[in-house]
């Protein structure tokens, strides 16, 4: 299948494009780990994105565009890919249904992660980080440490990244309501869109997102 995954921040997008792709045997094409590997590799692509970030610019469209179609011709993508975070934009949108007409291939789904505002607030600006080691990740409601303010694993102190801030997580909403929400009614007008609540638990939502997904492929 070939798959491109939205919603907002905080909707759990990146795990469960990670047990997706696992369950559907296809390659978790993400456009963080697309930067990071074309810069620690050097290629051409790479090199002209890091321009950019260097200067403190956003990446432009066709540079993205580019990693991402480099990234569909590999031989593990031949029978399908998950897009995770790409397109980001109406006009990368229309940039990826040109590429994917010259490759004569079409998408199958456009999953869409619904979680109301509010949820996405508590979500993120309730996590706390470990300072010894940022992969201990913590939550003041759903995953509290034993002791307030001290990672229960190494015992570092536990603090609040400044993008997990309410302020900024609300203008991180808005970005993607004004850039990226767009995308559900372009691909809504081509009948893609598949959405589904993302609130509960993980593999509960990954269920609901691999029924709606055969749903979708049985109905085409």
Not at 52 to 69: Q, R
Not at 120 to 145: E, L, Q, T
């Amino acid at each position: 299948m070939r798959i491109v995954l939205v919603g907002p921040p905080g909707a759990g997008k990146g795990t469960q494009a990670v047990r997706l792709a696992e369950k559907l045997a296809i390659p978790h094409i993400s456009t963080g780990d697309l930067f990071r590997a074309n810069i620690s590799q050097q290629t051409e692509l790479g090199k002209l994105a890091k321009s950019y970030m260097d200067a403190g610019n956003l990446v432009p469209d066709e540079v993205t565009i580019a990693m991402a179609k480099d990234r569909m011709e590999q031989a593990d993508a031949q029978n399908g890919f998950l897009l995770d975070g790409f397109p980001r934009n109406v006009s990368q949108a229309e940039a990826l249904d040109q590429l994917l007409q010259t490759e004569g291939i079409t998408l199958d789904a456009v999953l869409d992660l619904e979680v109301p505002e509010d949820e996405v607030v508590k979500r993120i600006a309730g996590r706390r980080i470990c300072r010894n080691d940022s992969s201990h990740v913590f939550h003041v409601s759903y995953n509290a440490p034993k002791k307030e303010g001290v990672c229960d694993v190494c015992g570092g102190e536990l603090y609040q990244r400044d993008d997990d801030r309410e302020e900024t997580v609300r203008t991180r909403l808005e970005v993607y309501h004004t850039q990226t929400e767009p995308i559900i009614d372009y691909y809504k007008a081509q009948g893609l869109v598949v959405t589904i609540s993302a609130l509960g638990p993980v593999a509960e939502i990954t269920e609901r997102a691999l029924e709606a997904l055969k749903r979708e492929k049985a109905e085409q």
